[in-house]
């Protein structure tokens, strides 16, 4: 995989899910800088219809990543968690 250019990182903006259920007017704030424009004066009213920040998120998270386990062999569910560490760490 070749390794993206510094002008070309200056094209992207990775929004992690879990910070947008976590902090979405920080990611909202954050998607709007990078694009130039301003934040609706309604987004609040958007924010609060969607339930966000949705802090069951996790919780939630958590079940599924039981149920998972569960299903899967040993050697895949040790795989999916070590890449969940990963992307988590960085």
């Known amino acids: 995989m070749k390794l993206w250019s510094i002008s070309q990182k200056k094209k992207v ?3 992690r899910y879990e910070d947008l259920m976590l902090k979405p007017g920080v990611i909202v704030n954050k998607a709007a800088s990078f694009l130039g424009k301003a934040v609706s004066p309604d ?3 958007v924010l609060k219809r969607e339930h ?3 802090l069951s998120y996790f919780d939630k998270k ?3 990543i039981m149920e ?3 299903l899967s062999s040993p050697k ?3 795989l999916l968690m070590s890449i969940q560490n990963k992307y988590f760490s960085e």
């Open 13 to 15: 903006l990775v929004v």
């Open 43 to 45: 987004i609040k009213k």
């Open 52 to 54: 966000l920040p949705n």
């Open 62 to 64: 958590e079940e599924k």
């Open 68 to 70: 998972i386990k569960r």
């Open 76 to 78: 895949y569910f040790k």
